[in-house]
């Protein structure tokens, strides 16, 4: 059974770029998290995605969008980046929304 | 809205010693409650699931209880090992489906 995977590893982009990170489900899955984490902080909810469609959503300006495709693997898009958007960046997989989720590696984004 | 607490920020223990680790939650209209842990820069491992309707859950030297009424959970590590030494974190999971986590314990267990 292959867990979350998460690429790329790091990234670095200026402020106004745009970033794409993706995410592939464990196995199964059918719901991808996606999940914000400052440096020294626990993790803040951005969405949730079930099924292809959006299935909740945290307190993030609409410049941060997803996508989730046919294979529920994931995408999460952040349009004018912004120096505060540097962070870990994970996602995570369930069997549904309220199920355990199992989180990938991360993808470490630093804006300039 | 729901708050998660971890107190204390960071702790440090002998080798061998118990870990006591704490965690608060504001609202009891949980599904269920998570602890993770986390190595510097890595991702979260999941240690123990408790579903609302469980008092405790256990997994080798790990035991973790839960108490709703109150909002409270702790995780117990038996026995630490430098092995131990990470960032515990927990996370409650409730209406809407996402995880609200508190800000973490840093552990660092001394040989």
């Known amino acids: 059974e292959t867990g979350v995977t998460q690429s790329p590893t790091h990234l670095i982009k200026t402020r106004g770029q745009q970033v794409t990170l993706r995410c592939s489900s464990q196995s199964g899955h059918n719901t991808v998290s996606w999940y914000q984490q400052a440096l020294g902080q626990g993790p803040q909810f951005i969405f949730q995605y079930y099924r292809e469609e959006e299935n909740g959503r945290g307190n993030f300006p609409p410049r941060f969008s997803g996508l989730q495709f046919p294979n529920y693997s994931s995408e999460l898009n952040v349009n004018a980046l912004e120096l505060d958007d540097s962070a870990l960046y994970l996602c995570?997989?369930?069997?549904?929304?309220?199920?355990?989720?199992?989180f990938g590696p991360g993808t470490r984004l630093t804006v300039l | 809205k729901q708050e998660v607490t971890q107190i204390p920020a960071a702790l440090s223990v002998p080798e061998g010693e118990n870990l006591v680790l704490n965690c608060s939650f504001t609202?009891?209209?949980?599904?269920?409650l998570q602890w993770f842990r986390q190595d510097p820069g890595k991702g979260l491992t999941s240690l123990l699931l408790?579903?609302?309707?469980?008092r405790e859950q256990t997994s080798g030297r790990l035991n973790a209880s839960l108490d709703k009424s109150s909002g409270r959970s702790t995780l117990y590590i038996a026995a630490s090992q430098p092995g131990d030494s990470a960032t515990y974190l927990c996370a409650v999971k409730a209406a809407g489906n996402k995880l609200t986590f508190g800000g973490g314990t840093r552990v660092l267990v001394k040989p």
């Open positions: 408790i579903q609302s309707s469980q």
């Open positions: 609202d009891s209209a949980i599904y269920n």
């Open positions: 995570a997989s369930s069997l549904g929304g309220r199920d355990e989720q199992f």
